[in-house]
Structure formats: structure tokens, C-alpha cells
């Protein structure tokens, strides 16, 4: 389970604040993910990156900022135009060409 | 757009019995299909994945099948243990590979009764 890391676990927002999610891995994968994680609504793409610099919106970007300045690690920002944000948030990176996706332990994000 | 389907939602059997779960994919170009396992609290977990030029593949208890042609996949548990008491997704890699992305279901949670 080692590699891939999130922090904080636990993360109490009041509305109207943003609020950034930490996430790194020492695998050396040039791809990461994050998902977010609702009761019934399995896990949702909210964006990707394949190599630094770059990156791209997956199916729940709004409200959502990410950047990619270094392999290791690929932050989300949660800002204050995303009208739900209380959930599971998981960070997950692959290897380029091969396909499995390692994840996170997740943060839990509560909007007070 | 990408779409993957699972089926149950909620799925109850007896220690011993045989759980399968079942997935539809929208995107005819799919080819890598993952489940995952997820314990309560804990990080999602690869138990076995299929490429689209497989029609079966097997690991002691666990088998997954494949149905290009209906666009189908499945998951097969044989000999449940209370251990397998777990939310099961299944995932679709879709666009032929272009990306490395995952299409998620909305997950099975499997109870084991003992």
C-alpha cells in the first residue's frame, strides 16, 4: 500500500473557503488521477495528468484546479465555486502503458 | 458519452455461496477492464483486470469474463469467505487507450454472511 500518499486524512472547510489536497507518490509513474467518492455514485473523474505541465479535465472538473510542476506530486484545490464539496477525495497514479491505477488512502473533505 | 453500468448495487449470500457481478460498457473502443475492491475505510484495491483481447481469466477464487460483442463484463467470487465482504467496482479504460483514464461503476457491496 506504500507509494502514494494524501494528506490531510481529515479536512473541515467552512463554505466560501478554498482548500488544497495534497498528493504524492514515490513510484516514478508519470501518470495521476483524482476521483472523488459519493455514497452510490462510485468513483468520478475529476482530472488526470500524463506527464508534468500538463493535465485534463475529467467528468466533474468545475469547481475543481489542479497543477502538475513535479512527477511527485499533483495538489487539488477544491475552490469556493464547487457547490457540494463535501465527499472522498482519492488520488490514484499508473504507470504510463501499463494500466493499473494505485490509490491513495483518501481525504475526507467536510463543508461546515 | 463513456458510461459503465453495474448491477447489483447490494448483493447478501451465504459464506460459501457464489457472488457475481455484472458490468455494461458504452464505449465499443474500450479495452482494459479492471475490478477493484474496496474495504470499509480503506483505498480501493486491484483484484483482477481483462484486456479486450481475452474472453476469460482466472485467480483461484476470483474469475472475470469478458463479452466484447455485447459490450459485458463480469466478475465471478466461487467460495465466498466473510473476508469478501467488501464494495466491488468495475472500470472500463475507454478511447482504445488513448488515455490512461478509468470509467468507474457505481459499485457492488457484497455481504458475506457467515
Known amino acids: 500500500d506504500g507509494g502514494i500518499t494524501q494528506s490531510p486524512k481529515y479536512l473541515f472547510r467552512k463554505e466560501g473557503q478554498n482548500v488544497t489536497l495534497s498528493c504524492e507518490q514515490n513510484?516514478?509513474?508519470?501518470?495521476m488521477y483524482w476521483y472523488r467518492q459519493d455514497p452510490g455514485q462510485g468513483l468520478r473523474l475529476i482530472y488526470y495528468?500524463?506527464?508534468?505541465?500538463?493535465?485534463q479535465k475529467g467528468d466533474i472538473a468545475e469547481g475543481y484546479s489542479v497543477s502538475r510542476e513535479k512527477k511527485e506530486s499533483f495538489p487539488l484545490t477544491v475552490t469556493s465555486a464547487q457547490k457540494n464539496p463535501t465527499a472522498f477525495y482519492l488520488c490514484?497514479?499508473?504507470?504510463?502503458?501499463?494500466?493499473?491505477?494505485?490509490f491513495g488512502p483518501g481525504t475526507r473533505l467536510t463543508v461546515l | 458519452g463513456e458510461n459503465v453500468e453495474q448491477h447489483p448495487s447490494t448483493l447478501s449470500v451465504q459464506e460459501g455461496d457464489s457472488a457475481v457481478i455484472k458490468c455494461t460498457y458504452s464505449?465499443?473502443?474500450?479495452?482494459?477492464f479492471p475490478w477493484y475492491k474496496q474495504e470499509l475505510g480503506k483505498r480501493p484495491q486491484l483484484i483482477i483486470d481483462?484486456?479486450?483481447?481475452?474472453g476469460e481469466k482466472k485467480d483461484q477464487r476470483i474469475a472475470v469474463t469478458l463479452n466484447k460483442t455485447a459490450k459485458h463484463f463480469s466478475l465471478h467470487i466461487t467460495e465466498t469467505q466473510p473476508e469478501d465482504s467488501a464494495v466491488y467496482f468495475c472500470?472500463?479504460?475507454?478511447?482504445?487507450?488513448?488515455?490512461?483514464?478509468?470509467?468507474f461503476g457505481t459499485g457492488t457491496l457484497l455481504a458475506v454472511q457467515p
Open positions: 495528468s500524463q506527464i508534468v505541465n500538463d493535465f
Open positions: 513510484l516514478n509513474h508519470d501518470a
Open positions: 481483462i484486456r479486450s483481447n481475452v
Open positions: 464505449d465499443s473502443a474500450s479495452n482494459y
Open positions: 472500470a472500463a479504460r475507454p478511447d482504445g487507450g488513448a488515455t490512461n483514464k478509468l470509467i
Open positions: 490514484a497514479s499508473s504507470m504510463t502503458g501499463v494500466n493499473e491505477q494505485f
